[in-house]
Each structure stands twice: as C-alpha cells, then as structure tokens.
C-alpha cells in the first residue's frame, strides 16, 4: 500500500485538525477544578434539552400533524418537544448569564463566545417557525402577530410566517441544521481552547507560565 | 373517563379561561408568565453559584496540598486564561 502524497488535501485536513484539536483535547478525561461548579452545568443542560428538542421532533415529523393533534401519544410528544425547548432556552438563558458576568471571551475565547451568542440569536426563529407550524388556531394567531412585526421591520418580503410549508421546511431543516452546526462549532472551540476559569483564578494563571508549573489538576471526566 | 371530565382535570391546573395577566410597570409590560419564568432563571442562576458542588470541596483540598498553599497549576488546556 502506498503512502499518501503529502500534497493530498486529505493529509492536510487531518493535520491541521490534529494540530487545532488532538484527541486528548477532543475527548479529555478530566477538567480543571473549577468546572466542579453548579454554573457550568447549564451549558452541557443546554446540550441535552437539545438533544430531547431534536429526537422528539424527528417523531412529530415522522407522523404529521394529524397524529400530534388528535392522538393521546400524539399530545405527549407535542407536549415533550414544546417543554423541551422551553427548558432549552430557559438554561441557555442562564448559561449565558453565567458566562456573561465570567467575561468567558478571555483568552483567546471570543469565537466561543460568538459562536454561542449567535446560536442563540438563530434558535429563536427555530422556535418562532415552530410555533406557527402547529397547525392550529395558536399557530394561526402567532403568525398573523409575527407577519405584522416582520413587515414593520422590513424583511417581510424574504419571510411569509403564514405559509406553513415555508415555516415547516425551516423548522425541521434549515434552522435545526444551523443551530446543530453552530452549537457543534461552539462545542469544539471549547474543547480547543479550555473551560474559561474564574476570574481570580485566570489572573493567577496568567501570572504564571505554564510551561514550567505542575501539570494541570484535573477533576473526573465530565465533571 | 369522559372527554368533560379529562378536560376538568387538564383544566383545573390552572384556569386559563381569561385574558392573560400583565404586569404593567411604567414602560415594562409583562405576560405574569413570562414574568414568572425570569424570576425562576433568576433563582436558578443564583442558587447555581451558591450551592456547593458535591465533591467540590474535597477535590479542593486535594488540589491545595499538603502545605495549605494554593497551586496554580489547572492551567486551562491554551489561549492563556486571564487576557
């Protein structure tokens, strides 16, 4: 078997992703102890309502509207898929706060995060296109408010919020697909760049070079 | 049991048979509910910072040593903490 030329662009991609994200980075064992706090728990709560949002979805679409509208199984997941994406942004919301008030764009971190507060900016017309895809008079009233607001902000040409087709390809495709895509992006910078400390315990770090100091103390794996 | 009576028991929750209450203070105007949800992200933000982590303290002490000196190392993995 012959070895790869060094010019295939296969061998590049692997080893820049190597050298931006080696495995001990990618998937670690442990993390520093100051993630041992309740606070950095909303970001990985935030994963899972997700998690919840899409599997739970991907059910409503395999059996239409029909089926969440007049079925008692069809309520439950109607009812999962919506509590989901209320505690979703109800931890996001807090995460956010806590990252927020931790200045967590220190060292180096201003894509993470750009990459979170953008997901977050794009998570609410994923919400909004599922609201007024539920197919009922709630959906009704919700779009008819939402045309209004959209055309006095001037992109009402681009969006038709009464057009359930429109609002339901964007539900299920486009804006999943983008929020799964920036959220996979926001978790790979963290990864790439380290949990953001305390502010206390970043102005200790960066008083010391850490070429020379122990080797990180590390909590357990998920911690 | 009747579609009256499951109705009765989804609908005794709360009623919602009403227009919503608002909270109206000079320029905020609130849905109650939504007022509700932020003083409930408040308090979890809150009680997050303030309740111990189980284990925390112990992987504390761990790390402090025997000396009682607080180490430095835990050096996030790059990007330099603290600029």
Redesign the interface.
Known sequence: MSGAPESSWTVKVREKAVEALPPE?LL?DGQ???V????Y??GVASIASLVVIIASGSILALKGPAWWHYTGVGHFFNSIHMWAV?LFF?VM??HL??KYWMAAW????SRVWVTGAITFLVAVPTALTGYVSQQNFDAQWISTQAKDGLNAVGVGAFFNVTNFGQMYSYHVLLLPIAVVVLVSAHVLLVR??????P?E????????P?AD???????GAG? | MSHAAASAVMGAVFNLNHPAHVVHWHFIKLPLANVI?IG??LV??A???A?P?P??AR??AA?RGADGSY?????????????
Request: hydrophobic share 50%; aromatic share 10%; net charge positive.
């Open positions: 980075k670690p520093p102890t100051y041992a706090s309740w606070i728990m909303f209320e109800f919301v807090v706060w806590g220190r060292g180096g971190r790439r760049h380290g949990v953001v400390p502010i315990v970043g102005a200790r770090l960066a008083s010391v850490a100091g122990p080797p990180p103390a590390t909590a911690s | 949800v409930l992200m979890a933000f009680v997050a910072i309740l982590f284990g925390a992987r504390a790390r180490p430095v190392a835990g050096h996030p993995p790059s990007g330099g903490a603290g600029r």
